[in-house]
């Protein structure tokens, strides 16, 4: 039987859990988690000359933490780590490797929703001025904790600025620009946030005082699995789908999305989405 990736990580989450509330890692465990690495590795495979590249890569993204988990547990299992506070220690390792793969699997989930998205998925009125309000509330202190702050301005007589679409995607593409904004930061800059109306669209942007985008990485900043020269640098860069995904999300809405980057200055991502009036 064929397992989904988010299936497979759900399940070491659980064991790896366990192990933690224990301090324990037995054989059963051990063969468990090797059994999951071969069924990500299985469920990420394909034959199709234009996917197959792809998927090897997100195949081998998946597996190689897993593979980390594996030998974390098994140091422990064989009583390499006698201390029982080491081997906790060594468990919440593994655990935590665990919880680093939960955004790639969400980005691929979100991916695989968006292919099969269809209009009565995009037919509700979402406020966007309530959906940046929350990513603001959400993350606001996260980020004042790492020395940045994050400031949301909004015009106070346009308290709707609806657009028709799907609150989840459109509230994923504001948090992963905001998140992106606070990666490429530094201690003591800001990230601003703002939402208001142009014409016949809902503007959204996300400025940040970071490191900025060179210039030869800016035309292909939102191509599937681009990795940047400040992505690669960073630990925490990730694959390449956020923005790929980002741009995916805004498309399907009707809108667009652009970049505007001074290297050592801060990055400005612009978003703007059709109004929604209430008419068909």
Known sequence: MKHEPWELVMRAQVILHQATKKCVCNTGMMTDLANITDDLEEAL????????????????????????????????????????????????????????????????????????????????????????RSVHDLMELMFMEKGICFKFTHPEDEPVLSVRGRESFLR?????????????????????????????SVVVEVEDTGMGIPPEDLPHLFAFLFRGKQAKRNPDGGLGLGLSMVKQIVEVHGGTIAAESEEGKGTTMTVHLPIYDGRE
């Open 172 to 200: 994923r593409v504001i948090q992963n620009l905001c998140v992106n904004a606070f990666k490429y930061n530094r201690t003591g800059g800001c990230i601003f946030l703002r939402v208001f109306s142009e014409d016949s």
């Open 45 to 132: 495979s394909g034959d199709e000359p234009t996917s197959g590249e792809v998927l090897r890569i997100l195949g081998h993204e998946l597996k190689s933490p897993v593979a980390a988990i594996v030998s974390l547990l098994h140091a422990v299992e064989i009583g390499y780590v006698k201390n029982p506070e080491n081997s906790l220690r060594m468990i919440g390792r593994a655990r935590k490797r665990a919880e680093e793969l939960v955004p790639l699997v969400t980005d691929i989930m979100v991916l695989g929703n968006l292919t099969g998205a269809d209009a009565s998925q995009l037919d509700d009125e979402v406020s966007m001025l309530e959906v940046c």
